[in-house]
């Protein structure tokens, strides 16, 4: 029964698998819905995001958040596992030495608050049921903040979180103000965060705004960590693309003074094209005219480039992205460093 219930149920006894319906890492379909209300409506507890799992090793190099006290999911995992190791030694249980304790927030709310599965996974080398382990250690856990209550259910170890204490963790966090989790992990340590980098044919895409404010975000965070970090947007303004590129605002550019032209199928044919093309004639009127058409695709993917950096400034401006370096490909390849670090590697 114990085993057909383990494969019916997740690692946390949570409901049947087929019953679920949520996305690829189970967020919830709306994001109101992911807060729990508890103790009144001055206090509500967020329920986790589903990130990786995480159990805290201490390490002279991994200083903890400044101004904050142990991680709660690691004070949830550090109370089961002293109660594991007394149990283990009052009742001479083997295999027990070693074994970490993972702690994750089950499903279902009725369910408590923090959840250890760590009875299922004892329970051959422990040659007992995991209903009998998950007793033994609720019966040794040391009930106090924030510990309310511990439980024992179909083999887990359930506990429920003190609300009293989870208020006072609420003035904490209004005392730091910003300072909240700040930490000094990386002083010392320059990052380069390299986000969005569009291909400058064209103007950002829907892509973007996801991958925009995640690198933004990323860059924040190694900032809150002590970290320089330098927000960098490299422009491919070289290639084969980028020649593609200037040829097809030059076939734009006559179009508009009655040139008979087709646009290739490999072209940009997008309007954005046309009014790169328009704002040249505007600029400059016909005074490209007398040039070749390979001669004015050189000079209009310049102006091609300029028009799509201003966009991509703006766009960047609007989702509230500053870039400390717009670094250009083709300036790299200009100042030689390219290929003098290329001749430093074959005499490698």
């Known amino acids: 029964m114990e085993r057909r219930e383990r494969r019916r149920r997740d690692p946390l006894g949570r409901a049947a698998r087929a019953t679920r319906t949520r996305g690829l890492h189970r967020q919830h379909p709306h994001a109101r819905r992911g807060v729990r209300a508890r103790g009144g409506p ?4 967020l329920r986790r995001a589903r990130t990786e799992r995480r159990h805290w090793r201490a390490h002279a190099h991994c200083p903890r958040l400044a101004g904050v006290s142990t991680l709660l999911r690691d004070q949830i995992a550090s109370a089961i596992g002293d109660a594991l190791g007394r149990a283990s030694k009052e009742l001479g249980w083997n295999g027990v030495d070693g074994v970490p304790v993972e702690v994750e927030r089950p499903g279902n709310p009725a369910h408590g608050d923090y959840a250890s599965s760590v009875a299922l996974r004892l329970s051959k080398a422990v040659r007992k049921s995991p209903r009998d382990i998950a007793k033994a250690i609720r019966e040794r856990v040391r009930v106090a903040p924030p510990i309310a209550s511990v439980e024992e259910l179909n083999g887990f170890v359930n506990v429920r979180l003190d609300t009293a204490w989870l208020a006072r963790q609420i003035d904490e966090i209004v005392r730091e103000g910003t300072d ?3 930490t000094t992990a990386l002083q010392g340590k320059r990052i380069q965060v390299e986000f969005i980098s569009a291909n400058p044919t064209g103007p950002l895409t829907i ?7 995640l690198g933004d975000v990323l860059s924040a965070v190694l900032e809150f960590a002590g970290a320089r970090v330098d927000r960098e947007y490299y422009v491919e303004d070289t290639g084969t693309q980028f020649d593609v590129f200037g040829r097809s605002i030059a076939i734009r550019y006559r179009q508009l003074f009655g040139e008979e032209i087709e646009i290739p199928p490999d072209a940009y044919a997008a309007d954005y094209v046309k009014d790169i093309a328009a704002e040249i004639k505007e600029r400059d009127g016909d005074r490209w005219m007398s040039l070749t058409l390979d001669d004015q695709a050189k000079r209009f993917a310049d102006v091609g480039l300029e028009w799509v950096l201003r966009e991509a400034k703006r766009v960047a401006a ?5 870039y400390d370096t717009w670094y250009s490909q083709a300036e790299m390849m200009r100042s030689g460093y390219f290929q003098k670090t290329l001749e430093e590697l074959r005499r490698l």
Do not use: E, Q, Y
């Not at 892509?207 to 404010?213: F, L, Q, T, V, W």
């Not at 609007?318 to 500053?322: A, E, K, N, T, W």
């Open 207 to 213: 892509a973007n705004a996801r991958g925009g404010p």
């Open 318 to 322: 609007m989702l509230g992205i500053r």
């Open 180 to 182: 909240f989790g700040r």
């Open 42 to 45: 001055h206090l509500a507890t």
